[in-house]
């Protein structure tokens, strides 16, 4: 089946599973119906690649519910010259769409498949303004920073601070923060143009896999992946 054949769905999609639960910067709302999500998900949920929930990507991680992706977004209060960090790039879909909304995207993946599948996605697609990391998400892309946003799509026991630290002045940080397997709660973090300081809002509960990191939850079963960069 063709991308082209899911366009109606994109279209539904955003209608009734994005503006009618509050969704409105014009943005954010041209890249969810703009981004093909079946070319995210495995072969098996194309289908289903527009439902009104998460899916399953590999490596026991998911593609977030589309609704969840569209939230987080608008939350980060984007331009289009701004950029921004993603930790869990996952299978890319989250990265595309702020693709669509800002000027430059970083994204940080653990898992090494996942962030080379990512990475083919983005060049297939033609989204060159998106580069891949496979590490350590929960310490950032040091090297890049400060960025205008950062968005994590996992839940940390806190906000790491090396997150909150790569943060420019004036930047907005949205994470879930909470137990690795029950409650969450959505949290933005905005830095002070002035003195740095941190302020945090509560934007909701929420749902997400365990941010594994050395400034997150620990990993079952071994230590975390070492850094490595993907070219892209």
């Known amino acids: ?21 509050g969704v409105e910067q014009k943005a954010v709302l041209e890249a969810m119906a703009e981004v093909p999500r079946e070319e995210f998900v495995p072969d098996k949920y194309k289908t289903t690649a527009y439902s ?13 519910q589309p609704y969840m992706v569209a939230m987080m977004t608008e939350s980060l209060q984007l331009g289009p010259e701004d950029k921004v960090l993603e930790i869990g790039a996952g299978s890319g ?16 993946e653990r898992h090494r498949s996942l962030a080379e599948q990512a990475r083919e996605r983005f060049e297939k697609l033609g989204y060159d303004n998106i580069h891949v990391r496979h590490a350590d998400g929960t310490k950032g892309w040091a090297e890049e920073a400060p960025f205008d946003a950062i968005v994590a799509a996992a839940a940390g026991p806190t906000v790491p601070e090396s997150l909150k630290h790569q943060l420019a002045q004036g930047g907005r940080l949205v994470i879930p923060v909470g137990q690795r ?14 003195n740095g300081d941190f302020k945090e809002e509560n934007l909701g509960a929420v749902r997400f896999v365990p941010l594994i990191g050395s400034e997150g939850f620990e ?6 992946p070492g850094s490595r960069f993907l070219e892209g």
Do not use: C
């Open 52 to 64: 009104d929930r998460p899916l399953p990507i590999g490596e026991g991680q998911t593609i977030s």
């Open 219 to 224: 990993e079952p079963g071994g230590p975390s």
């Open 181 to 194: 397997m029950g409650a969450q709660t959505l949290m933005r973090v905005t830095r002070a143009q002035q």
């Open 1 to 21: 089946m063709k991308s082209t054949d899911f366009s109606w769905k994109r279209e539904r999609m955003v209608e009734e599973q994005i503006k009618r639960r």
């Open 93 to 108: 879909y989250a990265a595309a769409i702020l693709s669509r909304v800002a000027g430059e995207v970083y994204t940080v």
